[in-house]
């Protein structure tokens, strides 16, 4: 169970190393490639590249926007969860065991 939970954290570190590098190659590329232009632009590979950086920033972006929400979700839900089970409950001299001598 151990291995399999490891295996899976590094699976997940590639996964993010590889989006970050996606998203880094993509805008240094658009930005190096910024002032192409080009006659041909159905065959152009540059003009096809830049295309396909465009594309993997928008849809990178919008899944980052999705686990941010979910993520900001899941940190609203702990927060209510602990303020829920931190409630005091409404102490007695009995229910506290308190032994009242006169």
């Known amino acids: 169970m151990l291995k399999l939970r490891n295996n899976n954290r590094i699976l997940a570190l590639v996964a993010i190393a590889a989006t970050v590098l996606v998203m880094l190659f993509s805008t240094v590329f658009i930005a190096e490639h910024a002032v192409h232009h080009c006659d041909d632009e159905a065959h152009c590979p540059i003009c096809l590249v830049l295309e396909q950086c465009e594309s993997n920033i928008k849809s990178i972006g919008a899944g980052l926007v999705v686990a941010a929400v979910v993520y900001v979700i899941a ?28």
Request: aromatic share 8%; charged share 20%; proline share 4%.
């Open 75 to 102: 940190f609203a839900m702990k927060d209510i969860e602990g303020f829920i089970q931190s409630q005091p409950v409404q102490a007695s001299l009995v229910s506290q065991k308190v032994r009242i001598d006169s």
